[in-house]
């Protein structure tokens, strides 16, 4: 583990452990399918980011009340029913080196377990007695809905733009994160500025966290990823570094990467050929600094709150966006 | 068109334009594929029975804002998201006379888009300015995805007992129309007795709804109904008729019925003989009387409220569950 991971875990340590119980205690369906479809996505090693993000800019904004860990169950929900939905879209295989529960148990349960995941996140939320929150969690899963859509009709589309691109992640993966953030700063009644600055935060963390998530289908190997490495280009999916690497690309390695990409049966050679094109045209790089430019940003916008363990913390799990292997 | 119905399409001219309105002006996608699919399953000949309860309910309450119509989209766009992905759990092919939308869009779009519509209605309902709402919101989708469920891990069960068959519909149907009715009480800030009496009416007119859906499968025909008949057979759902037939016939009789209802591909004939055993062994008539039932409990849980032609449109669409054709 790397020093940053131990580090963030010592950190966190206690506010996961509630944050675990809570995730436990909130699931109450009355069949057994949904408890064992949901636990299945639930408690299979996630890394519980967007409930601890919760808990410390309430935190950080002097959250007083004690419904904090309970409240942050609801952004793991939320997540927990989109990775059930989208598997059911993408036709995915593995997550976190098991099974994807459609494969498991159908994609009709996996449908109907997230709907039920998504509907505990309302009940769940409407005890916090803010008619506001809803308002953001709203828009919350239009954006995510939506854009998993535009991923979805944009599939295998090599001329996809960075701008688009960068919209798609935004409302697919950095809108949830950045309303943890934004509702930890609601929940304890922030002002405006307060809140604007964690929004911004959410806002480039969660940016990054996409693009190093989008990194790591070229960086990294299976057994650590526990999915498939290649597996989002073999679905179609256009990340930052081709859409750079095909940018800047000869012609004719621009047609040798076009065969690859749109060959979704593509040899083991053939992705290792891609690799080295990306590298040879600045695509892992660029997304890199692009990625540790949101990081900074991130960290920029908590610097309106006076230095404590919890912005400590916060910093270091924007720098950890970028550090993972998982 | 039967007496009824024309008189209660008079009554209700205005609001039912009124709702059509709103259902349009507040789908506001930013994809064409989301105003393409979720067009398709929200204007395809829906009765609007939904909304139309929940702006009667509440001018019953005596409401006296102007929000009501837009909230009444809440629940056509819930019940359109539910139908989305029941058809894509169902594998059913028509609905209401025309493909089922994953059937034109894919079930990846189909799931997505009842997505879409599920933040849609969050959003909208959070214009209400009530947390109570939301309280009520999640208990509701809560009931439907696991309703749904339920009748999915039982397709095929011959031993599903009448108490087991009234919790499934309770759930995926009667809970739905019971909320409009409710929340419409609540939209309105009436008192808790108004609220409980319809919450009552809704929960008996929804589970009368259901009974009379299920009837249909069996005494339609494919042109009128607009979609197969047997169709919920094929699919493996035991439905009241059935199990009520199934309880009284004879051992010869019991083990032709099941013959059938488990075999998917059942013919005509098969189909024709199974009708003529539900008649035989009393399964319509006992259905129709209890549904009659719920209908007469329905509208005596109106009359708290004073005689008004808000009321008598309320009895009439409770009496129009059992008179429908489609």
Known sequence: MSDLKSKILEMAAEDLAAIEDELKANLTPYLDIVSEAAGHILFSGGKRIRPLLLVLCARLCSYSDNYDKTFSVVFEYMHAASLLHDDVVDGATLRRGKPVAN??????????????????????????????????????????????????????????????????????????????????????????????????????????????????????????????????LREGKVTLPLIHALKKASISDLRQMKAIIQNTDFSLQDFEDLKGLLETYGGITYTQALAADHVARAKEALTIFSPSETRDLLSLLAEYTLARKV
Do not use: W
């Not at 449908?111 to 009940?123: A, E, F, K, P, T």
């Open 103 to 232: 494969a498991i148990f159908g994609n009709a349960p996996a449908v109907l377990v997230g709907d039920y995941l998504l509907s505990r996140s309302v009940s769940i939320a409407s005890k916090a007695n803010q008619v506001e929150v809803f308002k953001e969690l709203g828009k919350i899963t239009e954006d995510m809905s939506q854009g998993e859509l535009h991923q979805l009709i944009r599939k295998g589309c090599i001329d996809l733009s960075e701008e688009e691109y960068m919209e798609v992640i935004r409302r697919k993966t950095a809108t949830l994160i950045q309303g943890a953030c934004r509702i930890g700063a609601m929940i304890a009644h922030a002002p405006d500025e307060k809140r604007a600055a964690l929004s911004d935060f959410g806002l480039h963390l969660g940016l990054a966290f996409q693009m190093a998530d989008d990194l790591l289908d070229y960086t990294s190997d299976t057994t650590v990823l526990g999915k498939e490495v290649g597996a989002d």
